[in-house]
């Protein structure tokens, strides 16, 4: 038998859709590494009428612990640790300790903003110092502490932690009620799960669904893996979790896969296709995740052989500078990534990224010449090795029946002077489009760069 | 007593993060325009017994409708139908008619994809149109059918309104759910609500608790007002949700929040500084939101005097294109947004935006003097009335004690010369410093404009 957790998350701006919740899912990732099995994530107002429910709910289906998170600010809508105290049938007492620590955490803003209303501050500070007798505190990382909040008697229900709402005050807070004996105790059942990912672009997801019965028809033990498979900003995520002595049928499966969708599996390891981009960028080829190039199945693994650092710089219009801000995302880009243009509009694709006029005059804005171009001029206005162009119709507006909404071109510059071009008929409203039309610009850096 | 809804979010992938569930939120406004209030949310894995047992929950707490999104492909992990059917204990039945209707959906995705497996495809339809009987069939926007399918006995519990999981067939289909007859008798005793929202920037949440209490001792009905706040990306959202009855208590609470924060509400009608800002570029002066200048308090209403409608070009460091990328979010936007360079190294700023190299040397990349020229080269380069310079320390590499990581410089650069430059140091990690100092370059760009 397995820990079962739920995550309770409170706040009514998180229920009603303005602000989206990226607790939950942090959680369920520390969960799964501690062997945890997350069943249920409950989204509730801040009512106390609502947590409570929850939290019975979380209790009745045998959760063995309980996360919460939000509802620890200083202002009087804040009622987790009251709800959770009453949960567990303990007083609200107030932690004179504590009110001197967060007292000491405060007085730097105070200073910050010089017409702060210093009886509000106090009121709030005492607020967030009452807590459920004997509850264990879990320091505070902004100014509300944590709480890990036991059951009234031993078995009698779930332990339930009390997080802050902040992800930054939370994420450092979890590795506290990681080590607390409070927390461990709950934990003590927790059996080892493995979770694996393989990630596929360009393929629906019907044809893994087919792939599944293909394995099972192949005596793959199917039954001892929990499969998921789920569409992704046009990549296919297949997870698979499972005890450890189901490593071969892992294995098993994994090799039915292989032999389906090698053209478009590029990732064996869980790694993303913005990792797989940045170590090819670097010149760490290994890190590159799958172990041959889609679409050059047979050939020797182009993977693994050695690959030199290049620097990439962007022209982009209708992604606008996503691409070139997804490319600038992760820590460290700033030794490959020269820089980007945005070319919104035509007089800067002729000044800035050096778009000959005539060419779109010829073939329109949005098409593979202008992709080329601007993928040029990208690498050598800016002096990269790699050059990237994108150019379509985001819409809602600016479409025609030869050039429809969803449609872009995209090119990659390479360093031998060749390009990859490809034009793609995206679906969707102009959210959709510009964001999937920089997930292709990213696996088509990915194909040059493993090809180059 | 007004109808209580709940939300059953399926999917492991969205329960444990792999995606970010955007139906919850969505669906949330729309029961929020019915007058529906929204009670839970529940997120829940592809498992048959959770499921059933949130269904269940949403039952017990007295929820009139039920709306469930996901879990309808065509793969063998999708169980939704016959959960519900099992819950609303009507028998699973094939319906011919939609099989028909569904085959002809999936034909034009055979030709695109021509090596697809054609069996897998009819399993597939047929799993699809297996519905609970009885149950009012939503048609296919994408290929899954929606269901409307109500308690076995009239007032025998909620009726439960079955979604697909892709937000672009959720939508369009929500609009024939609200128009079925099933929905509309589960929603005969929805009451309206009214709900509206002041936002303001660059101050603390817990100057806002004390407005409330401020408002109270002056004898602001506060009790016939729902009001939430919530600190998003550096701006606090007050959102309140009230009866018809009480607008004069909703009117004399604002006034009370302009009489102490003139300085930082930017926005009275709900409007995100993103729409100021088009409105503002777009010489829409009256769309602004905020009735006068934050900061200019007493002086004559700014914001309803007209403007020129103006072009703006940015020039961007450590935002990385995030902000030209957000500038051009809005549909229309390439009627005032010329483009963008970012400058990601120190070359690309010298030569694509026309910094001075003895400036960076004199004061460092990440300094005001930068910020200002990087304006300057973005307005004149990309030949914009306005030209929007940001440069910082991003992190979590770079930082120094004179310029730690957080360090921002912004500066706008409007069409009579002058420039608004400010340093802000910003909170948390990489993708928070880039996040917040976007935020904070959308604010400095209305304030300039609503200025100039």
């Known amino acids: 038998v397995s820990t079962r957790a739920g995550i309770v998350v409170t706040g009514t701006e998180v229920l009603t859709g303005r602000v989206s919740d990226r607790n939950g899912p942090w959680l369920a990732d520390r969960l799964r590494e501690l062997g945890v099995d997350l069943a249920f994530t409950a989204i509730v107002a801040d009512r106390p009428g609502d ?8 209790a009745e289906e045998g959760m063995d612990i309980v996360l919460t998170s939000g509802g620890l600010g200083p202002t009087a809508d804040d009622l987790t640790a009251e709800v959770v105290g009453s949960f567990q049938k ?24 010089p017409n702060l209303d210093v009886e509000a501050i106090h009121v709030g500070t005492r607020k967030q110092a009452t807590i459920p007798a004997g509850a264990t ?34 994420q450092p807070m979890w590795a506290h009620a990681v080590q607390s004996g409070a927390l461990r105790s709950a934990l003590k059942d927790a059996t080892e799960y493995r979770q694996r ?33 789920c569409l992704k900003r046009g990549e296919v995520e297949v997870v698979t979790r499972y005890e450890p002595g189901a490593d071969r049928a892992y294995e098993a499966f994994v090799k039915v896969v292989k032999e389906r969708h090698s053209d478009t599996l590029f990732s064996e390891d869980g790694s993303t296709v913005d990792e797989q981009v940045a170590a090819l960028l670097r010149g760490e080829a290994s890190a590159a995740g799958a172990s041959r190039e889609p679409g050059l199945a047979g050939e020797p693994d182009a993977a693994l052989t050695p690959h030199p650092a290049r620097s990439i710089a962007t022209a982009e219009s209708c992604t ?11 820590a460290g880009s700033s030794e490959y990534v020269n820089g980007g243009i945005v070319a919104y509009s ?12 005539r060419l779109i005059e010829r073939h329109g804005a949005v098409s593979g010449e202008v992709a080329e171009s601007l993928a040029d001029g990208a690498s050598s206005r800016l002096d990269a090795d ?4 994108v150019t379509g119709v985001a819409g809602p507006g600016g479409g025609s029946a030869e050039k429809p909404v969803g449609l872009v071109w995209l090119s990659v510059a390479t360093p031998d002077g060749g390009h990859l071009t490809r034009s793609v008929n995206l679906p969707g409203g102009r959210a959709d489009v510009r964001d999937r039309a920089t997930t292709v610009a990213m696996h088509l850096i990915r194909r040059a760069l493993v090809g180059s």
Not at 51 to 58: G, N, V
């Open 51 to 58: 947590m409570a429910a929850a939290l019975r709910f979380m």
């Open 90 to 113: 303990r007083e609200m007492v107030l932690d004179d300790a504590l009110v001197d620590r967060i007292t000491e955490i405060v007085k730097p803003l105070m200073t910050r903003w």
């Open 137 to 170: 505190v879990l320091e505070p990382v902004g100014t509300a502490p944590g709480l890990v909040v036991g059951p009234p008697t031993e078995g009698g229900g779930p332990t339930v932690i009390v997080l802050p709402g902040p992800p930054r005050e939370l």
């Open 197 to 229: 990912m393989l990630r596929l672009f360009g393929i629906p997801e019907s044809e893994i669904a087919e792939t599944l019965r293909v394995a099972e028809r192949e005596g793959v033990r199917l039954e001892d893996l929990e499969i998921t498979t």
């Open 320 to 330: 606008g500078g996503m691409l070139v801000a997804r490319l600038t995302e992760l």
């Open 346 to 357: 035509n007089e800067v694709k002729v000044s800035q990224a050096g778009v000959d006029p």
């Open 386 to 389: 790699v050059g990237v162009g």
